[in-house]
């Protein structure tokens, strides 16, 4: 059984830029959440993808926008990237059920915005 | 929305000591409150989660209790152990939406 996984581990943009961070679930989760987790604060919800649709979002912007693929794979976008989006992006999936219970992180990928 | 705040923020103790780590929310219709312990360069590892019809759970060293009138639930880490080190955070949902609100954290440290 593979963990959830996530690529880059380390990103450095600049301001202005598009990035996009992937996610591949726990094998046999059909539901994956996106957090931005600050420096010194806890995970901060962005939005929870549950057989392809967003399915619940958080207190951030358009411009961060996801999808879930038919294999429960998942994609983070966010355009016009801003200082304050310098954080680590944390993924977690869950099995078939579109709640927060018993969530399985990601390490996170570290995106620095200069 | 919810609103969680986690005390302390700092948590240093004696091997073999009890770490109580406590967490406050805000909305009294959040029914699932799980701990997560994170580790430099990790994500967050689920430790132990209560749900709000149970007052208390355990499983080996570590217990949670929940107070739903007070709106509050306590993490208890008895026996520590250095690899017990890490930082932890608490977490409560409500049931209807999916933004889990995580407390600011706790870094526990376990000196041999």
């Known amino acids: 059984e593979t963990g959830v996984t996530q690529s880059p581990t380390h990103l450095i943009k600049t301001r202005g830029q598009q990035v996009t961070l992937r996610c591949s679930s726990q094998s046999g989760h059909n539901t994956v959440s996106w957090y931005q987790q600050a420096l010194g604060q806890g995970p901060q919800f962005i939005f929870q993808y549950y057989r392809e649709e967003e399915n619940g979002r958080g207190n951030f912007p358009p411009r961060f926008s996801g999808l879930q693929f038919p294999n429960y794979s998942s994609e983070l976008n966010v355009n016009a990237l801003e200082l304050d989006d310098s954080a680590l992006y944390l993924c977690a999936s869950s099995v078939d059920r579109a709640t927060n219970e018993k969530l399985f992180f990601g390490s996170g990928t570290q995106l620095s915005v200069l | 929305g919810e609103n969680v705040e986690q005390h302390p923020s700092t948590l240093s103790v004696q091997e073999g000591d009890s770490a109580v780590i406590k967490c406050t929310y805000s909305?009294?219709?959040?029914?699932?409150f799980p701990w997560y312990k994170q580790e430099l360069g990790k994500g967050p590892q689920l430790i132990i989660d209560?749900?709000?019809?149970?007052g208390e759970k355990k499983d080996q060293r570590i217990a949670v209790t929940l107070n739903k009138t007070a709106k509050h639930f306590s993490l208890h880490i008895t026996e520590t152990q250095p690899e017990d080190s890490a930082v932890y955070f608490c977490a409560a949902t409500p049931p209807y939406n999916n933004d889990m609100r995580f407390g600011a954290g706790t870094r526990l440290t376990v000196k041999p």
């Open positions: 209560i749900r709000s019809n149970v």
């Open positions: 909305d009294s219709a959040s029914n699932y």
